[in-house]
Structures are given as structure tokens and as C-alpha cells.
């Protein structure tokens, strides 16, 4: 299966009331860049990552986002909104990332990427939209993007084509992932069947399934 990059996009400093860490600096607001980028096993060269706690790292170090879900949102919001506006750092076309197996490798330009979680709203995305209710409403939309982790580094740059080069058997997708760590819970026990997932989702799930 193959699509393409429709845009790379990289972050500078943002700072606001709403961003995520203490010193009030964000990320998120990414726009497209011409010409090849290089990723790197800790992210994509030249993109700010402001609160490293929960964004970054080896599990998440490429944010993925596809267009046609994008376009889902700006006709719900009557908004434009462009590459780069939900913080991701590839964003994809004619890729199904929602439908992503976890674990499955995309070759996009020189790089080899896995794909590894979902990606969880927070308020510093709802404030960087400006809709409070957006975090009950992406969770309930359930089309959360895809991060990955860099396998082999490369650079990229819009127009690549994207291709599955690997898919688990499991079956187990970024979709199903998402909806059994928010609102169904009774998916759970199948993330155990992931050996591709990443440990601390793991615990965090073996945890819930034993408490009483």
C-alpha cells in the first residue's frame, strides 16, 4: 500500500497561557518546509519539542497526520486548516493512519519509520485551536494520528511516496488502540497481543486490567 507526504512540517517556539510546560513554550504550531528534512532517531531536524514529558523520545519521535481527516475536521469547525495544524510533523495523503497496525513499517525517502501509538489529546491542543471542547471531541471522533518511531534516519520531504513496507499480524490498529485506552475500555485486553507495543502502554494496561 503506498501514499504520500503532502507536506513536512516543523515547529518553532510558540509561547502562550496555554502551552504545555512550565516555562508556557510549545511545538505545536508547525508549518510546511521545502525541500528534504532530515529525521533523526529523536525527531525531525530542526523541529521545536517543548514539554519532553509527554511529547519526543524514542516511541514518538515522528507525529503523523492524514490530510483526509484533517479536511473531516475543518468542514466540522468551518475552518481552514492547513499542514501542520494538529501538530503533526508528516502530513500524510491516501494513507489510512487511523487504520495503521501497530508495529508496521512505512518507508517514506531514505527513512524506515514504525508505526507506535496514537496520539492522546491534550490542552495545549485545545488551546492552540481555541475550542474548548475539542478534547471530548477528537476522543469521540477517535481519529487520533499516528507516532512513530524512527528506525533507520533519512530525510523526507513532501511528495515522498509512503509505503507499507511491513504489517503485523495482529491486526491490532492505532484506531482500536485509541478507543480502548478512552472510551472502551473492554478493548484493552487485546493491546496485550501487541508485541510491538510499546511498555509503558503495556503496564499502564496490565495495571487496569488487575485493579478491582
Given at each position: 500500500m503506498t501514499g504520500r507526504l503532502a507536506a513536512v512540517n516543523l515547529g518553532g517556539v510558540t509561547e502562550a497561557e496555554w502551552a504545555g510546560d512550565a516555562s508556557g513554550r510549545s511545538g505545536i504550531d508547525k508549518r510546511p518546509v521545502a525541500g528534504p528534512v532530515l529525521i533523526r532517531f529523536a525527531g525531525l531536524a530542526g523541529d521545536?519539542?517543548?514539554?519532553?514529558?509527554?511529547?519526543?523520545?524514542?516511541?514518538?519521535?515522528?507525529?503523523?497526520y492524514?490530510?483526509?481527516?484533517a479536511g473531516w475536521w475543518a468542514t466540522e469547525l468551518g475552518r481552514t486548516l492547513?499542514?501542520?495544524?494538529?501538530?503533526?510533523?508528516?502530513?500524510?495523503?491516501?494513507?489510512d493512519v487511523t487504520g495503521a497496525v501497530v508495529g508496521?513499517?512505512?518507508?517514506v525517502g531514505s527513512a524506515l519509520l514504525e508505526v507506535t501509538?496514537?496520539?492522546?489529546?491534550?490542552?495545549?491542543f485545545a488551546g492552540f485551536w481555541g475550542v474548548p471542547d475539542?478534547?471530548?471531541?477528537?476522543?469521540?471522533r477517535a481519529a487520533p494520528g499516528a507516532y512513530l518511531q524512527v528506525l533507520r534516519?533519512?530525510?523526507?520531504?513532501?511528495?515522498?511516496?509512503?509505503?507499507?513496507?511491513?504489517?503485523?499480524?495482529?491486526?491490532v490498529t492505532i484506531g482500536e488502540m485509541f478507543r480502548a485506552t478512552t472510551l472502551e475500555p473492554e478493548l484493552l485486553p487485546r493491546l496485550l497481543d501487541v508485541p510491538e507495543l510499546p511498555e509503558p502502554i503495556r503496564e499502564k494496561v496490565r495495571r487496569r486490567l488487575t485493579r478491582p
Open positions: 521545536f519539542i517543548g514539554e519532553r514529558a509527554v511529547h519526543g523520545g524514542p516511541d514518538q519521535a515522528v507525529y503523523a492524514a490530510e483526509e481527516d492547513g499542514p501542520g495544524a494538529f501538530g503533526e510533523n508528516l502530513t500524510t495523503y491516501a494513507v508496521e513499517r512505512w518507508a501509538k496514537p496520539r492522546i489529546p491534550c490542552t495545549t475539542l478534547i471530548k471531541r477528537f476522543t469521540v534516519e533519512g530525510e523526507v520531504s513532501a511528495g515522498d511516496p509512503v509505503e507499507v513496507v511491513d504489517r503485523p499480524a495482529h491486526g
